[in-house]
T-cell receptor
Framework: QQQVKQSPQSLIVQKGGISIINCAYE??????FPWYQQFPGKGPALLIA?????SEKKEGRFTISFNKSAKQFSLHIMDSQPGDSATYFC???????????FGTGTRLLVSP | SQTIHQWPATLVQPVGSPLSLECTVE??????LYWYRQAAGRGLQLLFY??????ISSEVPQNLSASRPQDRQFILSSKKLLLSDSGFYLC??????????FGEGSWLTVV
């Protein structure tokens, strides 16, 4: 119930294409859904986050889509660039819960 | 602004030797603090978290221990390292709205 299932494990996208990473959860208490971006040898950094009162949030080329009824959320990277090549983690939590539950990560490679 | 520092950045230690990784957070008080481990090419495994001085919660039985001697200091230790302790160790703190902020990480290789 505390798990967040992330797919795919790895993804190769051509430059200019759309990268889509999906996550699913079971615990309906979750009310905070962030995405983290991690470059090799660095700590993960918050990329974008959403709360369930909205179905979509967009920041530049990055968009989170949220489907509360399906208990799924996804990250869309528009016009993917080689600099976007990194590992992406989804996560979930709720107010009062001391931790973030992370997905297993998706390694994205954007080919030039 | 808040910053998080952890050190050393890289460490090569023999099997059976002790370990001490340190983490400090600046610009905030009484934050939740976390230690994660990441094996090469793998996900984030929560090892310990702390909600206050002297309060440590262990997530996974380990050869490791954690301590929080001061409000903004979090230490990860081991008395005797195993080969399986090798990995990328990340300290983190929780900011407003449940956002977790990570440090730059410490690479540990046990040989």
């Amino acid at each position: 119930q505390q798990q967040v299932k992330q797919s795919p494990q790895s993804l190769i996208v051509q430059k200019g294409g759309i990268s889509i990473i999906n996550c699913a959860y079971e615990n309906t208490a979750f009310d905070y859904f962030p995405w983290y971006q991690q470059f090799p040898g660095k700590g993960p950094a918050l990329l974008i986050a959403i709360r369930p009162d909205v179905s979509e949030k967009k920041e530049g080329r990055f968009t989170i889509s949220f489907n509360k009824s399906a208990k799924q959320f996804s990250l869309h990277i528009m016009d993917s660039q080689p600099g976007d090549s990194a590992t992406y983690f989804c996560a979930a939590s709720w107010e009062g819960f001391q931790k973030l539950v992370f997905g297993t990560g998706t390694r994205l490679l954007v080919s030039p | 602004s808040q910053t998080i520092h952890q050190w050393p950045a890289t460490l090569v230690q023999p099997v059976g030797s002790p370990l001490s990784l340190e983490c400090t957070v600046e610009g905030t008080s009484n934050p939740n603090l976390y230690w994660y481990r990441q094996a090469a090419g793998r996900g984030l495994q929560l090892l310990f978290y702390s909600v206050g001085i002297g309060q440590i919660s262990s997530e996974v039985p380990q050869n490791l221990s954690a301590s929080r001697p001061q409000d903004r200091q979090f230490i990860l230790s081991s008395k005797k390292l195993l080969l399986s302790d090798s990995g990328f160790y990340l300290c983190a703190w929780r900011g407003p709205g449940n956002t977790i902020y990570f440090g730059e990480g410490s690479w540990l290789t046990v040989v």
